[in-house]
């Protein structure tokens, strides 16, 4: 829905707003969401001005510690830049544009150029909260590589020899079992070593999933350029929540007045 309103003295008022909600027809495993994530609302700086791209709503944020001290670990701040976050989207959205075109010279006009004030609002919510994963401090978990039947794989020592009293394979097979049947007799344990990654200490937290709007003013400018239509906006967020990422500088080709 967009409508438009001549104030006088060249100044032009649009508001523009779209609304949306989504229902899971099919029942969901418990704890996890009926609307699937490619399913779900996202706003990003193409709907809300002042936010990054899935900027605001739902999202599940991983910090990591600084471990400078090792005996008083501290978990980052979430805009550190070694934070990551997924940004799950909501299955409800609303969001209220409203802009003013101010009047220029027509020197200016010819340009192409028209700039405008923009106040927009909105907000992504409505999902059911993620489980969330904690890889403790200090030696995080281990993800173990898995065969196509989801068995945890594990490299077997299958010979050995004892070269300058060091126990070194000359033989190896990756297997299933954790337990080797017939260990070489140099080898300290039975036990096979475990293929898999591990991960470092951190915890995950759950932002941003509230009806509560966001809110950003700013000014914009539009070009019609030789190349096409422009727009570049400097954006500030008045209103967000923890977990959002805000963004000052956003440019774009096309226009939204």
């Known amino acids: 829905m967009a409508k438009f309103w001549p104030l006088g003295r060249g100044f032009i008022l ?14 969901a495993e418990p704890g996890s969401d009926p609307v699937q994530l490619t399913d779900r609302f996202f706003l990003s700086e193409a709907d809300i001005r002042g936010f990054d791209i899935r900027g605001l709503g739902p999202r599940v944020v991983r910090r990591y510690y600084d ?31 409203t802009e003013v075109e101010i009047p220029m010279s027509s020197a200016i006009r010819e340009m192409g150029i028209r700039p405008s004030l923009f106040f927009d609002v909105g907000s992504v919510f409505g ?61 300290p344990t039975a036990r096979n070593s475990p293929i898999g990654s591990s991960l470092p200490p951190f915890v995950e937290e759950f932002y941003g999933d509230t009806w509560k709007p966001r809110v950003a003013v700013g000014l914009g400018v539009n070009w019609n350029s030789p190349f096409g239509p422009f727009r570049i906006n400097v954006a500030y967020d008045i209103v967000s929540y923890e977990g959002d990422d805000p963004k000052l500088f956003s440019f774009n080709v096309g226009t939204q007045f």
């Open 127 to 187: 999902i059911v909260d993620p489980t969330l994963t904690t890889s403790p401090y200090p030696n995080g978990i281990f993800i173990p590589r898995r065969d196509d039947q989801g068995n945890a794989l594990f490299t077997q020592v299958d010979a050995a020899i004892v070269e300058n009293t060091v126990c070194t394979a000359t033989a190896t097979s990756v297997v299933t079992n954790p337990i080797n049947p017939n260990p070489p007799a140099c080898l």
């Open 14 to 27: 649009s508001v523009t707003g779209q609304t949306g909600y989504i229902h899971g027809l099919e029942d």
């Open 67 to 97: 471990s400078s001290d090792p005996d008083n670990p501290v978990l980052l701040p979430i805009d550190d830049d070694s934070t990551q976050d997924d940004a799950l989207g909501g299955t409800a959205m609303y969001v209220v544009r």
